[in-house]
């Protein structure tokens, strides 16, 4: 037993993006039959740890050893030869092609150039028994339920004789059956000598499930411990465990009269029965884990998706939202999660960015005059700080912190009554974030309301006057007393 | 504000191609000219003052052409108002000149000159009247001076090429539109034919054929394009309620268009049209400038202010630009791409009438695989297919570019499969060359 390398080995991984070091000396090892679960909050470099498993990132530094003989993934298709399956939350099927075409998919078993589809067949009902799936294998995938084409995904796994499995987030769209099945499912696999990671949020399963737990934080290893040595607790500490460090300018509005409220909120799995209110002068923080419906919510409000149900008030008026353009009427104000995509054109000018939500109040006649556009976006170039070089300047060219202030500016210039921050500081520095900041303070003083949704617990108690916690698409907490609530307790209510 | 220059080349870059390929073909097309008309007119009759004072005795010879009886005209109109007697005017055949000039020498008169153009100076009849024709004294032939000029860059050939032009720069316009918001629209081509063949049809049958007062023409026009801007907003409902994607739906009203086309005109040709509908497409009343020409022209100015200065163009380019971003700020998308694709087909539906105004009658050919040409000016004219960039002027541009190419190489005798080969390379290096500017 002492000297069987170990089926997996990962040593001193290191990964850095531009302005972020993902991965930071990170290793990790698993054993043959054992389920290993890899805990970390948002952004803690679990995906990015398992994309350079699954050969799609290169790691900058550090090796990866298999059995004891190190290896080098430089494609999928690397990681793959040598026993490694990844399965993503968004699967990799073909949606068009039948469940038997998708396990075959890249490793087709052919005879003369012809793919032998009555031996593929075989091997699929094979695996189709072992994995008790009892649907057609000739279904096309787009027809498969979700917990249908995860099993598709693991065949395709054991298809290629995979040693090592990693599931990210298994069970988040799977009902409570569905779950139980596959976990029968990992303790066969487990007993066939797979060494499996499983990445999970709900720390429930991850007592019914694992063997082992390694804990990341800020892309560092930071606990690496069995099963039986660790309590649920010690777990959420050892994920948050981030010191409150960041600067946040005092808080000093008393929130009045509730402005924004919503209930009933409904859509799909995604928001399930939402309801609250934001207060006049009011910052209400939504947290909660990614995937959690906290963008979902918001959208909702917005008109920016169709919603299933829900009524929505703004200062007592009933409001028949359908679409962006109509929150905007209403006085709402929406900065994306995603700047880049959602937030700015980026190909054009600053100065066209900051105009585009303004042209109505800005043009007579049909036409836009362009020397108030450009006296008033020069007042939000001063106000906000905005560096850039003149007004003509291209968006995507500007640092992220630039950007969320152009975002900003063309938010504050419509006077909006309610306003969305969607991770208002997410890739921004720290001199630019505690100007947003005050940003936002300001705004809550002059009798806005503000929803803030930050994945940054930290932020999150340091800006917020109230917290709502999300998990799965429903309200799972509310914490009033935010001076004394704790990063644990939030953390305790995202996890559910 | 950075240097203008650098940034009006970015904008335009296509047009520096664009003088180049004129310059290119001027120099190629370099070659001796014989004015010809009214211009051949005022250079003879001023050369005759020159010689022979005011009392000259002249004869005028000149062939039977349109552009010889200009000639004539203004000749003669020109020595007459400078007291010059003129005898005689010989219009056609040499023949008639040897009969005119027995007829002067007959009655006794004389003669100082022959007023000829470049041909009739060559006459035989001519070329030893001091043995034929003792008594008439020793007239000079003067015909006008050749000189050296590219036959591109005569007036005429300009017109040419702006008239050859205007209908597909025209529907150019809508296209800019559509593809600035990361659209296309394949059905302008047909919807082309298709207005023409109903504009055609309703000149006919409602307006009273042959006997059409500009009234009922102009209406039966009006009614073509609005139709065609109905098929427009079809497809744009189409795109935006069912999101399908514009290529299919396009595509889709390319054949109904088409086929609509076909069995309006009943596969023939429409031509019971008055004389008078020509007006359009061949007239010239603004400082004899085509009428089409002017047209297009004002319509880019308009569509260039819609563009650049007004609400309206700031929600095509940011749609095309970042479709959700423009969502999220509030843009009306449906409205705006709705306005484009209408705007395209109602301006192809102008060009059907245009090109039935050039032809005098309507047909369901007409239009075939002007789609392509439409997108090839607007991308040679530096916008970008996957929609938020784009300028009208640079579509204009690229309109002008197809269209020089051609003439340019209709003037030099490359034959048409040849030309097409030429066009279709000169629109990837024109593309590549736009691109590897704005990578700088």
Redesign the interface.
Known sequence: MTETPPLLEMRGIVKAFPGVQALRRVNLRVRSGEVLVLLGENGAGKSTLMKVLGGSQHADEGEILIEGRATRFNSPHDARRAGVAVIYQEFNLVPALTAVENIFLGQEQTRAGFVAQKQERRRAAELFARLGAKFDPDTPCRRLTTAQQQLVEIAKALAFEARILVMDEPSAALTAHEVAHLFELIRDLKRHGLGIIYISHRLDEVFTIADRVSILRDGQNVDDRSIHQITRQEMIEQMVGRELNDEFPARTVKPGAPRLEVSGLRRGRAVRDVSFAVRRGEILALTGLVGAGRTETVRLI?G?DPREAGEIRLDGKLLAIR???E???AGMG?L?EDRK????????SVR?NF???N??EL?RH???Q?GRERADFARYIDLLKIKVP?Q?QRAGNLSGGNQQKVVLA?WLARNCEVLFFDEPTRGIDVGAKYEIYQLMNDLAAAGKAIVMISSELPEVLGMADRILVLHEGQITGEIRDVRRATQEQIMELAVA | ??NPLPRFLADYGMMLVLFLLCGFFSVVTHSEQSPTGEAAAKQVATAIQKQFGTQARVLIAASDQPDDAAFVGKTERDLLASGAQVLAVVKGEPKAAREALQKIAASGGTLDAIACTQVTGAWLVFSDLKVDFPTLGEPRIIVPQRYRWPNFLKRENLLNIANQIAVIAIVAIGMTMVIVTGGIDLSVGSLLALSAVLAARFIRDFAGGLDASPAGMFLACLAAILLCGCVGAFSGAMITRFSIPPFIVTLAMMLVGSGLAYLLAKGQSIYQIPDSFVWLGRGADLFNLPNAVVLMVVLYALAHVLMS????G??L??VG??R?????????VQRVLMFAYVASALLAGLGGVIMASQLKSGSATYGNMYELYVIAAVVVGGTSLSG??GKMLGTLTGAFTIAVIQNGMNLTNVESYTQKVVLGLVILGAVLLDQSRQRQ
């Open positions: 917005f920016a679409s962006p353009q929150a905007i009427a929406l994306t995509l959602q937030g700015l054109v980026l190909g054009h066209e105009a585009l939500p042209l109505t043009s049909g036409f836009v362009l003149h003509e063309k | 504000m950075k200065r007004m609400k309206q700031r929600y380019y940011a630009g970042n959700e971003a423009a969502r999220l700020s509030g843009v009306p938020g960039e």
